[in-house]
């Protein structure tokens, strides 16, 4: 095997979402995120456009920035969700997002991947491709990070105000942001793959609905 399987395995199965167990004390270097963008960017594209841009914000005035704008939109749905949420574990979910909501200024780095696209009305067809590039780095930017000690979580509701994010950080026009990336090193490392359904009810064959 060209791979150790089990260690790749491991890291594809326990890349988890990360947001209590972020360590708000422990700089992130400069250089490891780097590193960990130099892998991203070989992810496939569509059409070999390499469009995306990584914005990572470190200074902590625009953190702060980026934080009120993401309660200021967020907060109060993710304050309701976790109430209402009947689901144990989504619950915990939404108790997860909405205290990373609350500390979100204090985490070292904050990556926002963005790409060189307008996508309001643009067809389907176009507009998978343009996020399938990005998303796929992003991925792959989260499991070097993984591998390295660091944790992350995809989030999304910065984007609601992404005009105010925009021109703080000088954004330009032509690109649109597609997550927001806290990042930081981890406290401990003992993630263990999630809770999902057997692979076996979520996959068909040839036909909708055919599990063989």
């Known amino acids: 095997m060209p791979f150790d399987l089990s260690q790749t395995d491991r890291l594809l199965s326990t890349t988890r979402a990360v947001r209590k167990r972020l360590d ?3 700089p ?3 250089e490891v995120i780097l590193d960990c963008l130099r ?3 070989q992810a496939p594209t569509a ?6 841009r990584w914005m990572v914000v470190t200074d902590p005035d625009k953190r702060k920035l980026i934080a009120e704008s993401y309660r200021k939109v967020g907060q109060g749905y993710l304050e309701q969700a976790a109430q209402q949420e009947k689901d144990a574990q989504t619950q915990r979910v939404y108790d997860s997002a909405l205290a990373l909501s609350r500390i979100l200024e204090q985490v070292p780095a904050l990556v926002i991947p963005c790409v060189e696209a307008k996508l309001e009305g643009v067809p389907h067809p176009i507009a998978s491709g343009v996020y399938g590039s990005v998303i796929q780095a992003a991925w792959s930017f989260q499991l070097a990070l993984r591998s390295r000690g660091l944790g992350s979580v995809w989030t999304t509701l910065h984007l609601f105000d992404a005009d105010t994010v925009a021109a703080a950080l000088e954004i330009p026009e032509g690109f649109t942001q597609i997550a927001l990336l806290p990042v930081a090193y981890t406290l401990g490392d ?5 809770e999902r359904p057997p692979v076996e009810t979520v996959t068909y064959w040839n036909t909708w609905g055919a599990t063989s």
């Open 24 to 26: 708000l004390q422990r």
């Open 28 to 30: 992130v270097e400069r």
């Open 47 to 52: 059409s070999n456009s390499q469009g995306w």
């Open 39 to 41: 892998l991203a960017i």
């Open 190 to 194: 003992d993630f263990k793959p999630a």
